[in-house]
Structures are given as C-alpha cells and as structure tokens.
C-alpha cells in the first residue's frame, strides 16, 4: 500500500516564476491538504482539498492556487515566487476532513 | 482560535533515561491533539492522537500522552530514549474534532546523548 508521493523532491527556481507541485494521496484517502514548512519552524496549513473544491485555507496570498483532480490528486501552484517562498512543501492526505492526516516527504522549493 | 506552544525548543536526554517533550495548547472546541515526529530529510510520521477517547494515549515506538483539560496540557514521554529517538517532534492542534485544519507548534528538537 503507498503512501503519500509528493514530486518533484526538489527544485530550484528564480524570483518571479511559476512552480507546480504535485501530490498523490494515499491509497482510499480523498482529502488532501498542503502545508508550507520554512526552515527551523512548523508547517503552516494553506489549504485543503474535497470534492476537488477548496475547502479551508489558510493565511496564505492569492499567488498561492490548488486543484483536486477526480483521482483525489492533487496540485500545488504559486505564482510570482519570493525569496521568502523557499520552503519545504508537504502534503498530507485523509480519509475525508475530519480524518487522520498522513504525511508525504514534501518537495524541497529553493527560490534564487 | 487554536494554538499550541511547545515549551522546549530542545531537549538533550541520555540514552536509556526518561523523555518529556512539553505542550500546551489553546482551542476552543472539542480539540484533537495529535504528536508528530519529522526525522532529518523525512516527512512528518504521526506518533499518537487524542480524540476525546481515553486521557492517556499510547503511540508507537513506546511514547504516550496524557490529555489534562484542566492544565490545558498535552506532553509527551517515554520511559526511556533510544538513539534513533533522535529527531524534531511537533505537537499539534485541530478544533471540532479534528475537522479544522492542523495548527503545529514550532518543535521540538530531541537530543540523545550515548
């Protein structure tokens, strides 16, 4: 049984680009969630994903967009990077909102 | 709203003593409370949840918490550290049992000396 994939692990990108990320949940789960992690701190929730609708963000900027697939897949998008964006991205899955949250190793995100 | 403060951002133990990683949280409903260790470069593996079941909880690898609603307190322990318990540990925070997003304390880092 796999458990959370999240890609690419790492990636290197310059101020003002586009970068997506993906995450595959993990097997029977339907809700995923993505969490922002900066270097020495606790991840910070940005958003939720069920039913391919955005159900609960956090307090995070427009430049920060998402989308749930039909297969409960999921992408990460952010627009116009800042320095301060570098960050280890994860995400997490569950078995609908209220359930129990299970990480992927995240993708490394390193904004020059 | 939900929070949790961590007490300790370190904690350095002796291999074969006991652990305490401290927390306090903050909520205004019904909270879950869930510990979740990040080993370097890995992600985040849940060690124990509290869902208004049983006070005291027990995880893998021998850790336990015990739920205090008077103290507000949720703090972890082990009777005794192993050096592969060497790691960040995050406790962390969902209002309405567990339907709200997760709040993370900012961690933990366990230390175990030989």
């Given at each position: 049984d796999a458990?959370?994939?999240?890609s690419p692990t790492h990636l290197i990108k310059t101020r003002g680009q586009q970068v997506t990320l993906r995450c595959s949940p993990k097997s029977g789960h339907?809700?995923?969630?993505?969490?922002?992690?900066?270097?020495?701190?606790?991840?910070q929730f940005i958003f939720q994903y069920y039913e391919e609708e955005e159900r609960q963000r956090g307090n995070f900027p427009d430049r920060f967009s998402g989308h749930q697939f039909p297969n409960y897949s999921s992408e990460l998008n952010v627009n116009a990077l800042l320095l301060g964006d570098s960050?280890?991205?994860?995400?997490?899955?569950?078995l609908q909102q209220g359930g129990t949250q299970y990480f992927g190793p995240g993708t490394r995100l390193l904004v020059l | 709203a939900q929070s949790v403060t961590q007490l300790d951002s370190h904690v350095s133990v002796s291999e074969g003593t006991p652990v305490l990683l401290r927390c306090n949280y903050s909520s205004s409903y019904s909270p879950s409370l869930f510990w979740y260790v990040q080993h370097p470069n890995k992600g985040l593996q849940l060690l124990l949840k509290y869902t208004s079941a049983a006070t005291l909880v027990k995880g893998i690898n021998g850790f336990e918490a015990e739920f205090k609603k008077s103290e507000t307190s949720f703090h972890l322990t082990k009777p005794s550290a192993h050096m592969s318990d060497a790691a960040e540990y995050f406790c962390v925070v969902s209002d309405y049992g567990g339907r709200?997003?997760?709040?993370f304390g900012s961690g933990t880092r366990l230390q175990v000396q030989p």
């Amino acid at each position: 049984d796999a458990g959370v994939t999240q890609s690419p692990t790492h990636l290197i990108k310059t101020r003002g680009q586009q970068v997506t990320l993906r995450c595959s949940p993990k097997s029977g789960h339907d809700t995923v969630s993505w969490y922002q992690q900066a270097l020495g701190q606790g991840p910070q929730f940005i958003f939720q994903y069920y039913e391919e609708e955005e159900r609960q963000r956090g307090n995070f900027p427009d430049r920060f967009s998402g989308h749930q697939f039909p297969n409960y897949s999921s992408e990460l998008n952010v627009n116009a990077l800042l320095l301060g964006d570098s960050a280890l991205y994860l995400c997490a899955s569950s078995l609908q909102q209220g359930g129990t949250q299970y990480f992927g190793p995240g993708t490394r995100l390193l904004v020059l | 709203a939900q929070s949790v403060t961590q007490l300790d951002s370190h904690v350095s133990v002796s291999e074969g003593t006991p652990v305490l990683l401290r927390c306090n949280y903050s909520s205004s409903y019904s909270p879950s409370l869930f510990w979740y260790v990040q080993h370097p470069n890995k992600g985040l593996q849940l060690l124990l949840k509290y869902t208004s079941a049983a006070t005291l909880v027990k995880g893998i690898n021998g850790f336990e918490a015990e739920f205090k609603k008077s103290e507000t307190s949720f703090h972890l322990t082990k009777p005794s550290a192993h050096m592969s318990d060497a790691a960040e540990y995050f406790c962390v925070v969902s209002d309405y049992g567990g339907r709200r997003a997760l709040t993370f304390g900012s961690g933990t880092r366990l230390q175990v000396q030989p």
